[in-house]
């Protein structure tokens, strides 16, 4: 979106509009004065109260101020009536241009995925009528995201049985992702024995849950420990970050992403990520589509937009290289291939250099150094 476009359409209209203040305070402040002189002279039991009122009429006509006001609310609904049709243009442009004709979806894939959101994000009930509405088969991961949440809940509660049996089912997976969940948990378990004021069982709770993880969390186990002496006022001491509810949420985030690492799936719902990045990159494409449309040149028929789309890192999933001669993305097919001056170029870009392996050598684009295509390395992402 043009939001300078947008913001400068504000401040035209919020210039106009103090403007026009100004100007209506100064007028109403001139009629305000002149009124007053009146009615002092009026006072005056020796004028002539009627040329009196003449000359103020005179007045009122020479400055003629309701003239002057309607110029400056003119003025004022003119930047009006444009804004709204600025804001129309730049937040509800017409994106259907931006759909491709010849494009084929599977009605059944999106569907689920449409499904798959609402049980995703705990919307189970909207995701059961929408499955008996569209006639598909149930969700598969329905009743996995079901447990999710039972879990998620019982974690609002403060209760973390749920979560730690499920951890403790799967600890040996954690083990495996490197995840540190379970030590999370059991280091909340053991706050909220704690706080409860009963010392003995947190020690007894960290003696039974916490030597296993005595190699990687020593330092963390050692804080933990330490803020016992503290049990009667901790908001005080050294270790009040026990307190802070960042603990937990840090907790629900991670039993989030772990749980649907597990399950195979993202941490974040696919239709939410795809939905925020094409709304990023629509507005580049869009205006990408008018200069086509100017020239007169179709593109549905481009296989590879000649624009480039930048998106922030969140939405980077996998590394890509594109040859920086033939301007092509690499495939299976036309892989990355590094020559021995250190530059990388497409394999296909390298074949059609070497005349289509007619010869072995031929000079790097970027630097004087002679390749030999025979001993160029792929490289692997």
């Known amino acids: 979106m043009e939001l300078k476009s947008i913001k400068d359409a504000f401040d035209r209209v919020a ?26 002279l009026m006072q005056d039991t020796q004028l002539d109260h009627k040329s009196i ?19 400056a609310e003119k003025e004022l609904n003119v930047a009006l009536t444009k804004y709204p049709k600025v804001l129309e243009k730049q937040l509800n442009p017409e994106i259907s241009k931006a759909y491709r004709t ?11 995925i449409i499904a798959n959101f609402f049980y995703r994000q705990g919307m ?48 040996e997976r954690l083990k495996q992702a490197r995840s540190d969940l379970e030590m999370k948990l059991h280091s909340l378990q053991f706050l909220k024995i704690s706080q409860g004021q009963n010392s003995q069982e947190a020690l007894s709770y960290a003696r039974k849950h916490f030597a296993v993880y005595a190699d990687s969390c020593l330092y963390e186990i050692q804080k933990l420990v330490c803020s016992l002496l503290w049990d009667k006022n901790l908001e005080q ?6 307190l802070s509810p960042v603990l937990w949420d840090n907790a ?13 799936e993202s941490s974040e719902s696919p239709l939410s990520v795809t939905v925020t990045a094409g709304t990023q990159a629509l507005p580049v494409l869009l205006k990408y589509i008018n200069v086509m449309a100017n020239k007169k040149l179709d593109w549905q028929s481009v296989e590879q937009l000649p624009v480039a789309v930048e998106l922030p890192e969140e939405f980077q999933f996998h590394s890509v290289f594109v040859c920086p001669v033939s301007k092509e993305q690499s495939s299976e097919d036309n892989p990355p291939m590094m020559m021995s001056c250190g530059h ?33 390395k792929q490289l692997h992402f």
């Open 15 to 40: 210039n106009k509009h103090k403007l026009s203040y100004t100007k209506t305070h100064e007028i109403v402040q001139m009629l305000s004065q002149e009124l007053d002189k009146a009615l002092s």
């Open 124 to 171: 189970f009930e909207i995701g059961d009528c929408f499955v008996a509405e569209t006639g598909e088969s149930e969700c598969t991961t329905r009743q996995s995201f079901v447990e999710m949440y039972q879990i998620l809940e019982a974690m609002e509660r403060r209760d973390l049985e749920p979560a730690l049996t499920w951890a403790g089912a799967n600890s």
């Open 237 to 242: 001491s050294p270790y009040s970050e026990f």
């Open 344 to 376: 990388v170029l497409c394999k296909q870009t390298i074949t059609r250099m070497s005349k289509n392996g007619a010869k072995t050598s031929f000079k790097c684009p970027y630097c004087p150094t002679d390749i030999d295509s025979t001993r160029c």
């Open 252 to 264: 629900v985030r991670e039993m989030t992403r772990q749980y649907c690492n597990l399950l195979g």
């Open 53 to 71: 009122l003449v000359d103020a009429k005179k007045l009122f006509t020479e400055k003629s101020p309701v003239a002057q006001l309607e110029s």
């Open 102 to 112: 010849n494009a084929e979806f599977d009605t059944h894939i999106v569907n689920q």
